[in-house]
């Protein structure tokens, strides 16, 4: 479920979150948002820094976790809100019933922000071996990376099957210039990542973002080279792979493989 600050309140989120448990008896997970879009930001009249916007997630993520943790009557006091005893009962006695909350994006304020309050930092990855260098020093929150996959029985098959899901576009190409300045810290890492990278015949892939298509990297190629490839991920510590991009059965498909022999390693 989509936290985002600016779409309601913290004490209506934790109301709401109390209240599916209640029905469904199951744990409802938050994915912390701040949102990275401009103009999006603008017409609700968001007009925070981004850096703001991870210090307003951090005090709103606080609140949530208080009212579902007690009953009791809750004061707040932070730059964003402030709670003047607010009684929410919204507590679930259950703390495995507690939400298990994910935080995006890859900047040092979203990763402040993911130390404080959150059990899981996920992130759209450079390369792998970049990923490790960036991320061997850090400690707390579990890491979650984001990736589309095309895999098929050869590299060749993936990558024809790739170019034709993502032709080049001139479109793309002028959108990119525009990424290359956003406030995103992921975003603009994408957009003005090295050339190669873009081009066609290894693993990593930034074709499909730099066309304006996708909002991640994709990894291409045949079942074990994408295979080995999340596999220098999970040894850099990734425990969770967010799989984008796949929306059909067949595509399914062509990604089983590649989970039977991730699971397969990580039994040994």
């Known amino acids: 479920m989509a936290a985002q600050p600016y779409a309601y309140s913290p004490v209506a989120l934790a109301k709401m979150i109390r209240t599916l448990v209640a029905l469904y008896q199951r744990r409802i997970d938050l994915n912390l948002i701040t949102g990275a879009a401009p103009s999006?930001?603008?017409?609700?009249g968001d007009e925070l820094s981004h850096d703001e916007r991870y210090e307003r997630a951090t005090e709103y993520m606080q609140i949530v976790q208080a009212l579902l943790s007690s009953d009791d009557?809750?004061?707040?006091?932070?730059?964003?809100?402030?709670?003047r005893g607010v009684q929410a009962?919204?507590?679930?006695d259950e703390?495995?019933?507690r939400p298990e909350v994910f935080v995006a994006g890859s900047s040092p304020a979203c990763r402040t922000a993911a130390q404080k309050v959150g059990d899981t930092l996920v992130t759209h990855p450079g390369p792998a071996d970049q990923y490790r260098a960036e991320t061997s020093h850090l400690s707390g929150p579990s890491r979650a990376i984001r990736v589309e996959l095309i895999a098929r029985e050869t590299g060749e098959q993936a990558w024809r099957a790739a170019?034709?899901?993502?032709?080049s576009t001139r479109t793309g190409a002028v959108q990119?210039?525009?990424?290359?300045?956003?406030?995103?810290?992921?975003?603009r890492r994408l957009a003005t990542a090295p050339e190669e990278l873009?081009?066609?015949g290894g693993v990593y892939w930034t074709g499909p973002f730099l066309v304006g298509a996708a909002t991640c990297p994709t990894l291409v190629g045949s079942h074990e080279q994408v295979a080995g490839y999340l596999d220098a991920y999970l040894a850099s510590g990734v425990r969770t792979i967010i799989v984008a991009g796949a929306f059909e059965r067949a595509e399914f498909e062509h990604l089983a493989p590649v989970t039977r022999l991730l699971r397969s390693r990580q039994e040994v």
């Open 40 to 44: 999006e930001l603008s017409r609700v």
């Open 73 to 83: 009557r809750l004061t707040y006091s932070g730059k964003h809100y402030e709670l």
């Open 89 to 92: 009962f919204s507590r679930i």
């Open 95 to 97: 703390e495995d019933l």
């Open 163 to 167: 170019i034709s899901r993502y032709p």
């Open 176 to 187: 990119t210039k525009f990424k290359q300045r956003s406030e995103s810290d992921w975003i």
């Open 198 to 200: 873009a081009t066609p």
